[in-house]
């Protein structure tokens, strides 16, 4: 008996080791089909018909204001299922800023929150966490930018999420990293000036200055987001979430790096690219704000154009880049310029830029912006028009592309948006509009969460989902 056992066992393992030699076999021949045995084979279907990037992650959205929003709003154009939390009755703050429409949601809400779904919850009611809990459990990825210390506060903390949803990835905006000013509540001119850009921006003569793009909000927004994608990925791996920080301080030094860059190239000498260097004016012991120089090798500045005593948009940007320099010599007509010692080179030029542009701009100011940037593509000179947000709205190619986009929307009518900057050729966004107060709460309470509609009808009840009435407000 006890011998039979044997050879039937001996059988076996050798039946068992052929089966592996041909899975192992199996696995080579699909990893050299596809070049990678972790990846389906590729689809066959048309391009766009693959689903969207995203599908099939869903987010747990409880962002305000503009940097978080903007981080959900490209997570939903890729497709994931962002689901907004909002307090009720007042939902995000932007709702009822800026209104230019009486009774409409205002367009810094509607412009930061299309392809979302919204639910109200207060999330320090016991019935609202029961639902915050449920929500933990079915989303990939919590979202937020509340001040500091907020979503500990609501009972959300990290060792609370990552228990109910270990897959959970845990994403926040900051206004700083941990040090001196972590709890610090920061909006975006705050993080422009911490960051590092308004030092560097303006005249050197004049105070600091913010710019209109908003790389503390925005700029943060779009980092977060790719640390989004890259915890999802990881977690393919590991099976596990993680927390994701974007620190809006940090966000706008990383967009300010050529200024890192400068400051310790002061170290060796004076900055020759900037124009105050070919004034003669002394450099200091920190990066200058710079004017409009170019931050590159190339300099560049900004010049008057045909209308520009009406038009406070009639300027261009012109690059006097160094292998068109006789080109630029000859369409301002100074054609001696080209072998001229003083000029023929850029080290030469360097103390003349001024001088340089006065006279490349007596001719610009003979011609409309869109002329010069006609005449000098034509001969490979960078120049950039001095576009309006007027004239960007109504350029017909940014609407083509989808970049300028007309939405209609319930309350307001049509208006203007700004699409998914980012192009993907199997990933086709749509914008559709932004979401009503609380409009999903109802379909993402039965059709996500699958309350039942005793449940339901309890949750809502408890007044957990309701703006409290204004009698009990006002006790
Ligand atoms: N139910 C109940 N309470 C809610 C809620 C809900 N659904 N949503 C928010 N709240 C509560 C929070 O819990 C918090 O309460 P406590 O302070 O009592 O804990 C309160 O609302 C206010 O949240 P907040 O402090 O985040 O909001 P604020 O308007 O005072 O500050 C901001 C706004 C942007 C300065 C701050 O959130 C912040 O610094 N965020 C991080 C940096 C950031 O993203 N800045 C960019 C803003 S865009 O320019």
Redesign the pocket.
């Known amino acids: 008996m006890a011998t039979r056992k044997k050879s039937k066992g001996k059988g076996r393992a050798k039946a068992a080791s052929r089966k592996v030699v041909k899975l192992k076999s199996k696995a080579i021949a699909a990893k050299k089909a596809n070049g990678n045995g972790h990846l389906p084979r590729p689809s066959s279907k048309a391009w766009g018909q693959a689903g969207k990037a995203l599908t099939g992650v869903r987010i747990l959205d409880f962002t305000h ?4 929003p903007t981080c959900t709003q490209l997570l939903a154009w890729f497709g994931a299922d962002v689901i907004k ?3 009720p009755g007042v939902g995000d ?1 932007t709702r009822g800023q800026l209104v230019d429409v009486k009774g409409a949601d205002s367009l810094y809400f509607t412009m930061l929150n299309h392809n979302k779904r919204s639910i109200t ?4 009611h016991p019935q609202g966490k029961r639902v915050l809990n449920e929500l933990i459990k079915t989303c990939d990825v919590l979202v937020e ?3 500091p210390g ?1 979503l500990d ?2 009972g959300l903390t990290w060792e609370h999420i990552h228990k109910l949803n270990p897959r959970m990835v845990v994403a926040s ?3 700083f990293g941990p040090g001196p000013y972590e709890d610090c ?4 001119n705050v993080a422009q000036c911490a960051g590092g850009s308004a030092s560097t921006t303006g005249f050197r003569e004049g105070a600091p200055l913010v710019t209109g793009a908003q790389i503390g ?1 925005s700029g943060t927004g779009l980092h977060l987001a790719l640390g989004i994608v890259c915890a999802l990925f990881q977690r393919n791996r590991t099976g596990r979430g993680q927390k994701v920080l974007a620190a ?1 301080q940090d966000g706008v030094l990383n967009l300010c790096r050529v200024k890192l860059r400068d400051q310790q190239r002061l170290k060796a000498g004076p900055l020759t690219e900037y124009s105050q260097y070919g004034e003669g004016v002394p450099f200091g012991a920190s990066v200058p704000r710079a004017g409009n120089d170019s931050g590159g090798g190339q300099p560049g500045w900004i010049l008057k154009c045909k209308g520009w005593e009406n038009d406070p948009d009639a300027y261009i940007y012109f690059i006097t880049q160094a292998p068109v320099w006789g080109e630029i010599c000859d369409l301002i007509g100074e054609p001696t310029w080209k072998t001229d010692p003083d000029y023929v080179t850029p080290r030469a030029r360097l103390p003349k830029l001024k001088k340089i542009f006065e006279r490349i701009e007596q001719w610009t100011m003979t011609k409309t912006k869109f002329e010069v940037m006609e005449i000098c593509n034509k001969v490979d000179i960078p120049v950039g028009p001095i576009l309006s947000m007027k004239e960007i709205a109504e350029e017909p190619s940014l609407r083509k592309t989808g970049t300028v986009v007309e939405v209609d929307h319930p309350t307001r009518g049509k208006y203007l948006t700004v699409g998914n900057p980012i192009k993907m050729s199997d990933s086709i966004s749509e914008v559709k509009r932004s979401p009503l107060l609380g409009e999903h709460t109802d379909e993402i309470l039965k059709d996500v969460l699958k309350f039942s509609a005793k449940d339901i009808a309890e949750i809502k009840n408890s007044g957990a989902l309701s703006a409290p009435k204004k009698e009990e407000k006002a006790a």
């Open positions: 204001v503009q940097s978080g939390v909002e307090r703050i919850i207060d999330s320090k930018n509340f001040a907020a506060r609501m905006v900051k206004g509540k920061v909006y975006e909000d809006m």
